[in-house]
């Protein structure tokens, strides 16, 4: 039976791996947490860098030393050393260069999408537009930049996870399209609690220790609102366009124009709006019925001086219990045929403003 003990004395001789030196003697086990009637295991790291490869196999390491020994579940949380704990080690923490995906950021475009709260739908739009993009023949990436609320893994029905090649992380691809995400760095859906410059580190992970090959597309699900991760991606990504979603209530269009404004501050253009459970058609009479109201996209479009993109009716997926994706539209489901008119309406907008 494991004990908090055991897992400690389990752990203690793996080295950081930028250090090089033992979690015994960096002070890493920070907590170590032991539900013995569940068979649950959680322990807190601190690591010289984290969001990078070298962490994603650790956190491998770590997994399989713990369930060899016993454990059922694992529960990760990394955070970093402090610059006091490093200068004690006079590490020298190698800095990251930008890889070819942003060195050379002309033949990409990046297109965030943004929400002004959360449960409008803002993540289920960027799957399905990132897949519908891939359909249409374009080399696509998508980044679940919602890393308190990260759930794109999960509506793609993706099970694997990314595998480490050299010192670059090779993303999960599905339905054509190259997936990273939170989601990948914690174990058993375990919550995250990080700082905003920490959440800012990961990002930048996200874009510089990811082999993303090329990419015609590059989407960020940002988190709902205007917090820091939208922040950091303003300033990261000079050129990037934005996608913002709505519902047609009228509260809603009010918050989501605060995500369009300070795109707009930011100089990011907005190229439209997707006005999502615009309505429920009636399968029976054909009748559409306005449930959350009407005219919230056109509304908000017209205060960002942009277009609305698409609307969206309130209606699921068929699911596959054999490919199960339980947010992914089919091309021939009439929503999947919605999204393929949107992806073409904005491949026609960042093809139009290139020429220009």
Known sequence: MLTEEKVYALLKDLKDPFLHKTL????????VTVKQEKGHVSVKIALAKTGTSEQLKFQEL?????KAAGAITVGLRFVELSGDELK??????????PNHLLANSDSTHFLAIASGKGGVGKSTVSVNLAIALARLGKKVGLIDADIY???????????????????KIIPVERFGVKVISMGFFVEDNSPVIWRGPMLGKMLTSFFTEVEWGELDYLLLDLPP??????LDVHSMLPACKEVIVTTPHPTAAFVAARAGAMAIKTNHEVIGIVENMAYFKSKITGEKEYV?????????????????????????PDWNDEDFAPS????????????LDIAQRVMSKCEEALHN
């Open 24 to 31: 015994e003697e960096t002070g890493a086990l920070k907590e």
């Open 62 to 66: 770590v997994v399989n030393t713990l």
């Open 88 to 97: 004690q080690f006079k590490a020298q923490i190698p800095s990251t260069a």
């Open 149 to 167: 609320g990260f759930s794109v893994p999960d509506m793609m029905g993706v099970a694997q996870r990314p595998v480490v090649r050299g010192d």
């Open 225 to 230: 609102g205007t917090g820091d991760v939208a």
């Open 292 to 316: 959350f109201g009407k005219g919230g996209g056109a509304k908000l479009a017209e205060e960002l001086q942009t277009t609305v993109l698409g609307q969206l009716p309130l209606q699921q």
């Open 328 to 339: 992914v539209y089919g091309e021939d489901h009439p929503l999947g045929k919605i999204y």
